[in-house]
């Protein structure tokens, strides 16, 4: 049973057009995550949520945001995609922050 | 398109050997740490984890073994089979609270039958 699902799990979008990823859990964990991987490389945490808390890395480029509108439920928004933003976009869950976090495969992003 | 990653540590063994995959963490503090299995496309999943007051812990096929003293953690498999194959992470956290996983460059395993 899908546990961490995410959609679509292939996203194309034009270079500064707006796009949004979303990520749904079946866990009611506390804590949903977004990372961002590119090829060869390990996950880059990009935020992440503590229920309705917002914790934004430092290094997270402005032109991300996200929204969590209930436990089950996140997205992730890219203001406008450039191509250094063709990646994989991973989101993740845990019970507590310090507990295992949990993936959905993945959404790939494909910016022209 | 996505920038060019840098070339993964790959570890070569042949089906129904063993295999060791080593990591090295950065935080002495780190209490908790879990290794992940990323095949190609997928996201991470979660193969096995140790807490720190422990120094070995064995699962189905695999066993993580901790050694805090220098800071290393390695995965063992098994008998290893061509489905094992793919990129596997090491990660870490320390403590409770604002802390959250901290991830290694990871190691691509390569199985032949």
């Known amino acids: 049973d899908a546990m961490v699902i995410q959609n679509p799990r292939y996203q194309v979008t034009q270079f500064g057009k707006p796009v949004t990823l979303s990520c749904s859990q079946t866990?009611?964990?506390?804590?949903m995550y977004w990372y961002q991987q590119k090829s060869s490389q390990a996950p880059k945490l990009l935020f992440h949520?503590?229920?309705?808390?917002?914790?934004n890395e430092a290094d997270t480029p402005d032109n991300f945001q996200s929204r969590r509108p209930n436990t089950s439920f996140c997205f992730l928004d890219i203001r406008s995609p450039g191509l250094g933003d063709a990646a994989m976009y991973l989101c993740?869950?845990?019970?507590?922050?310090?507990?295992?976090?949990?993936f959905g495969p993945g959404t790939r992003l494909t910016v022209l | 398109g996505e920038s060019v990653g840098l070339h993964l540590p790959t570890l070569s063994v042949q089906e129904g050997d063993n295999s060791i995959i080593n990591c090295a963490y950065s935080?002495?503090?780190?209490?908790?740490f879990i290794w992940y299995k990323q095949e190609s496309g997928k996201g991470p999943q979660f193969i096995i984890d140790?807490?720190?007051n422990m120094d070995k812990r064995q699962g189905q096929r695999v066993t993580v073994l901790l050694n805090k003293t220098v800071k290393h953690l390695s995965l063992q498999i098994a008998a290893t089979q061509p489905g094992d194959s793919a990129v596997y992470f090491c990660?870490?956290?320390w403590g409770s609270g604002y802390s959250t996983l901290t991830f290694g460059k990871g190691t691509m395993l390569l199985v032949s039958p």
């Open positions: 993740a869950t845990s019970r507590e922050r310090e507990d295992t976090q949990y």
């Open positions: 866990l009611n964990h506390n804590v």
């Open positions: 949520y503590y229920d309705k808390d917002f914790n």
């Open positions: 935080n002495s503090a780190s209490d908790y």
């Open positions: 140790i807490r720190s």
């Open positions: 990660a870490e956290n």
